[in-house]
DNA sequence: TTGTTAAACTAATGGAATTAGTTTATATTA
DNA sequence: TAATATAAACTAATTCCATTAGTTTAACAA
């Protein structure tokens, strides 16, 4: 249209991401967003580099914003609550952003520096709330990574509608994780039972 | 080429998941599964209904897949060994069909009955190890829903290659599975000390 | 005011899915 | 055995998408 739209690499961004919330990761393409924006799609490569770039940009977007909903649901909790929290922050942002946490997942480069950083300050935080479990430097590692797949899986299967009974999913949250971390309390007391 | 190349629904099938567990979800495409069975991708139309029915064929034979894989490795256990030998088989399966696993997370239409019917069996599988338990009518739904966040969201994590750190995934996964257990006789012995 | 730059554009290419219509091998049947 | 019906391949053509090349023009700076 006119010669100066306005645009910017974010606005692209932050576009795509409401693309993929309302038609799904499939409707996230140069044509659909070069429509929405109202301008040609090969104006789009003034701001990004191709499909796969915005790709990437919207999943380091996506890391972003669901770092900062974790921190926000974190605030200054402790303990159990503090995980709890952090967890239904988790779950929430993938329930209201489903396109774009689903774009956080799909990894176009492994050597994406950004991308990882992004993913590793998640990973701290899910690192900093399991540290006063003191579970020793190996018991934490594993514990990160279940933490995790609880996280992603309840996540993921909330966020496609995979559980279809009728009953109260944040309940089933709360008691997932309620689970997980009496499950860590009561091995750490078998352990020193047995020691 | 030659007016009969023998093929059918089930070879389609068969190639495309190999094309999906190779190239990623991405590399099925009605194109290269032609090239790689020798043919123009308009003969495909003989066998399937387009790109969408060949994903959802894919998808039911995946989810087949993964239940006769959970089934094998149920083989006759009981108890915490049954649960943790049907996640191994599940986790197995996943880090060995990638590609497959993830196209049964895809779930092109709601209103499939036959998807449906696959996912239904495997979550009986589910629910029948963890029914000796004795949850109670909800607080099994609550559980089957937890062990299902965390058989995907391990496998998916693994899948991908989302553990980056040096550690065996297997321990990992163990110790996610038994914490799990423990959690939940935990939490039971909790309602009975104060019932 | 004039020149540079950046952001839009048009045009064109190539690849993918899909549809329509055609050919032909195989199977059925007279 | 010969004719016919069917199914599985084909070619041709359309549409949509990503991408590249080259062009125009608004905005900014000297």
Redesign the pocket.
């Known amino acids: ?8 690499t974010q606005t692209l961004v932050l576009a795509a991401a409401e693309l993929a919330d309302s038609g799904g990761f499939e409707q ?8 929405r ?18 790709r990437t940009l919207v999943a380091e977007y996506g890391l972003e914003e669901l770092y900062l909903a974790m921190s926000a649901g974190l605030a200054g909790k402790k303990g159990d609550a503090a995980v709890l929290a952090m967890g239904e922050a988790y779950v929430a942002f993938a329930g209201r952003r489903p396109g774009l946490y689903a774009m956080t997942l799909r990894a176009p480069q492994q050597s994406d520096t950004a991308l990882q950083e992004a993913g590793n300050r998640i990973l701290q935080l899910i690192i900093g709330v399991l540290a006063e479990y003191r579970l020793g430097t190996e018991g934490e590692l594993h514990a990160v990574r279940g933490l995790r797949s609880i996280l992603h899986g309840f996540a993921a299967l909330h966020s496609i509608g995979g559980f279809g009974m009728p009953l109260d999913t944040a309940v089933s949250f709360q008691r997932l994780i309620n689970t997980f971390l009496a499950g860590i309390r009561c091995m750490g007391e078998d352990a020193e039972e047995k020691a």
């Open positions: 249209m006119s010669p100066r739209a306005g645009l910017d996230v393409t140069l044509a659909s967003l070069a429509a924006l109202g301008v040609r799609s090969p104006s789009l490569y003034n701001h990004i580099s191709g499909l796969d770039g915005l």
